[in-house]
T-cell receptor
Framework: GAGVSQSPRYKVAKRGQDVALRCDPI?????LFWYQQALGQGPEFLTY????????KSGLPSDRFFAERPEGSVSTLKIQRTQQEDSAVYLC????????????FGPGTRLTVT | KQEVTQIPAALSVPEGENLVLNCSFT??????LQWFRQDPGKGLTSLLL?????REQTSGRLNASLDKSSGRSTLYIAASQPGDSATYLC????????????FGKGTTLSVSS
């Protein structure tokens, strides 16, 4: 595909359920980022991969959040035992290896925890 | 710690006006700065990227400037149209390797016809 895709676009989970959010980056992009965007706020960094290596996970809010990119392409963000404060839009972005490293964003997954 | 601030938080203008959105950042040691547009319920669309060595970038009716020493960037929109209505986000990349962007909270623009 031409851009970053994410699925599902919308997810409603009951408190305590586990969820998995998927990101398909632009083909060939080595860097992949996950951000969390609360209502009315700018996106905030969660974690960063370069190929399959998770180089920075300092933004993950708790040990309930886990991300992986096992083959260096598709990535999954997993949230265990969801809480209401996890409700947000989760954005994925990718960037190429060279140049100014412009980040390209997917449409996001809106997670609502009830 | 790098902080990004955008002023104003919201702006309403009539169609045809030229306008300026402001972005300030506390640490001038940045790699690049990006301006994004976000429509309601949608992801981010990159508008312009200014590298740290550049002073401005232009795309159509948009012009973004960067003054690293003062920690400021502006996004100038000429001849605004109702289709420009959206939230505009400014983000800085603080690292040489191109890592996590630090975003402002955005300016929500409404252009009336």
């Amino acid at each position: 595909g031409a851009g970053v895709s994410q699925s599902p676009r919308y997810k409603v989970a009951k408190r305590g359920q586990d969820v998995a959010l998927r990101c398909d980056p632009i083909s060939g992009h080595v860097s992949l980022f996950w951000y969390q965007q609360a209502l009315g706020q700018g996106p905030e960094f969660l974690t960063y991969f370069q190929n399959e290596a998770q180089l920075d996970k300092s933004g993950l809010p708790s040990d309930r959040f886990f991300a992986e990119r096992p083959e260096g392409s598709v990535s999954t963000l997993k949230i265990q035992r969801t809480q209401q404060e996890d409700s947000a839009v989760y954005l994925c972005a990718s960037s190429g290896a060279g140049g100014p490293k412009e980040q390209y964003f997917g449409p996001g997954t809106r997670l609502t925890v009830t | 710690k790098q902080e990004v601030t955008q002023i104003p938080a919201a702006l309403s203008v009539p169609e045809g006006e030229n306008l300026v959105l402001n972005c300030s950042f506390t640490d001038s040691a940045i790699y690049n700065l990006q301006w994004f547009r976000q429509d309601p319920g949608k992801g981010l669309t990159s508008l312009l990227l200014i590298q740290s060595s550049q002073r401005e970038q232009t795309s159509g009716r948009l012009n973004a400037s960067l003054d690293k020493s003062s920690g400021r960037s502006t996004l100038y929109i000429a001849a605004s149209q109702p289709g420009d209505s959206a939230t505009y986000l400014c983000a800085v990349d603080p690292h040489q390797a191109g890592t996590a962007l630090i975003f402002g909270k955005g300016t929500t623009l409404s252009v009336s016809s």
